[in-house]
């Protein structure tokens, strides 16, 4: 199952589910647990970023981070954004040229297994080009 469409089932199913979003940043491994409305309901800003090495993102200290937060509340899809995709992160995901489409950057996705029992992926990052001749980064 695709990452988009994985995001959009379980409301025939009568059941709340929530799925976890993550951003990996210089500084912070920050995630949220999302509900169906896109509201955050919890969160644990606790690791540290890239700058302070790969501590806090390995797979599994990702999933006993959100097995915390998640409290027994069902899980659909885990996904990770930032420097999760970059080379020194989790798996090199890659990048679309901007502006990007959700469905391309759905498809540009990489998915690594589970996290705390639910699919997860790392999205891609957007990446500019830069104007040749002034050197501003176009959009």
Known sequence: MTFDNRLRDGSQHGYREYIVGANWGSSRLRIYLIDRALNVV??????????????????????????????????????????????????????GEVPISMTSLTEASVSIGEIAGAPAWVMAGGLGRRDEITGIILM
């Open 42 to 95: 919890d969160e644990d800003r606790s690791s540290g970023g890239i700058l302070f090495g790969r501590e806090g993102i390995t797979k599994h200290e990702a999933s006993a981070r959100v097995e915390t937060l998640r409290a027994g509340r069902r899980v659909s899809a885990a996904v990770i954004s930032g420097m999760a995709g970059s080379v020194s992160g989790l798996t090199e995901a890659g990048y």
